[in-house]
């Protein structure tokens, strides 16, 4: 267990803003759980449990690729329950390193929603994820909700990726007994390209991946035969990284934008999905200078130009504040 003190990060907060699918609340046991951590050593801690109806700490458990971890997270600081040799992966992962109040003392101060996303979300962190992961969650992602995005991709890890054993520094924490397959001690890795191509495209049609199904199977095929090379696009810059991924079948510019924001961590990147439609044009079209000459379907590109071009290199920072709140409020 490795406990850190870390401004800016709220679990909850990022579990819910959109950009991962594979971070999940555990069920609460019949009794409450709570981690205290001895006052002249918070490396030390103890379990107590009381009966149900107080206000337990939150577990939650993380898969990324083939790597596993519990966190739990309290007055005392984060818990990371992994093996120590794993923490530099979580610590990449949640982009520890990265100033985030820096980020928030940004705001300009005559955009009052914005800072009020931004004060409302202050926890979030863009994470840095799995790029091939991203690539076939964002394509699961076009006209699916949050729930049925983070379904399928947990179908495609059971149906195709590796089973592997849980790390047993991840079971310090007791497991509820509704968690079955990681209470059993495993869980499963999400499958590489060469683990998903096996599936047939009749296969992934009967997971209720719909027209989804052909994109994916075009996917695998194309960074199987290296049409498709990961290690190439990990060096792109940000608008190179667009044009390529563009270049391949089921690649729009908003899936393209999320695989930029949150598979490569380019963080200027700000994809306008139906949420972010909505925001920009309630509350940024009628203040806007643009409004009335730029024809409609450039007109959310424009205002994102004209709002957020100030937050030059980290303006998906500020698109994930604004869809955070606004999803929180709908």
Known sequence: MILRQISNFNIRQIAESGQCFRIIQEPAN?????????????????????????QPDTVWRMISGSHYLRLLENKNGVYFFCPEEEFPFWENYFDLAADYGQFLSSVQSGDSYLKKAAEYGSGIRILRQDLWEMIITFVISQQKTIPAIRSLVEALAKAYGQKLAVPKECQELPFSSDCRDVGCGFFYAFPTPEELARASLSELQSMKLGYRAKYIKRLCEDA?????????LSRLGY?????YLQGFYGI???????????????IDAFPVDTW??????REYAPKSRCAESVPQARLCQELVQENFSCYKGFAGVMQQYIFYYERSHS
Not at 239 to 243: G, H, I, N, V
Not at 276 to 281: E, G, N, P, T, V
């Open 239 to 243: 608008q190179e990284a667009m044009d």
């Open 30 to 54: 019949s009794r409450d759980l709570r981690l205290k951590a001895a006052p002249e050593n918070t490396q030390n801690f103890r379990l107590e449990t009381e009966p149900a109806g107080g």
């Open 224 to 232: 199987c035969s290296g049409a498709l090379d990961l290690a190439h």
């Open 252 to 266: 729009g510019e908003k899936v393209a934008n999320c695989i930029c924001l949150f598979g490569l961590h380019h």
């Open 276 to 281: 972010i439609r909505k925001i920009l044009l």
